[in-house]
């Protein structure tokens, strides 16, 4: 019910900035949490930022102070601004949608960061 557009990924260097992007279309609802996961080759996926449609955040340790999530609920997109990028940001960020504030509904295509040094 719920697709997720991201776009925004590329390769930047060490201490740049980038700002990824994700729409969302369809049922998506007045009450809802959106956020961003990443993937990088043979570790985990980690959650990094979530936002929820009353502009509440939360941002992981790894990336507080540098990355800020955002949302604009007219053109139903949700950012991620990435600042004072360093090479531990390389990987694949997924965008999430979810119904309320429980975990990921939908998922988007994935972006890939590659930060270079």
């Known amino acids: 019910q719920v697709q997720l557009v991201e776009s925004g990924g590329g390769l930047v260097q060490a201490g740049g900035s980038l700002r990824l992007s994700c729409a969302a279309s369809g049922s998506m609802f007045s009450r809802n949490t959106m956020g961003w996961y990443r993937q990088a080759p043979g570790r985990q996926r980690e959650l990094v930022a979530t936002?929820?449609?009353?502009?509440?955040?939360n941002l992981a340790y790894s990336v507080k102070g540098r990355f800020t999530i955002s949302r604009d609920n007219a053109k139903n997109t949700v950012y991620l601004q990435m600042s004072s990028l360093k090479v531990e940001d390389t990987a694949v960020y997924y965008c999430y949608f979810s119904h309320g504030f429980g975990g990921p509904d939908y998922w988007g295509q994935g972006t890939q960061v590659t930060v270079s040094s």
């Open positions: 936002i929820s449609s009353g502009g509440r955040t």
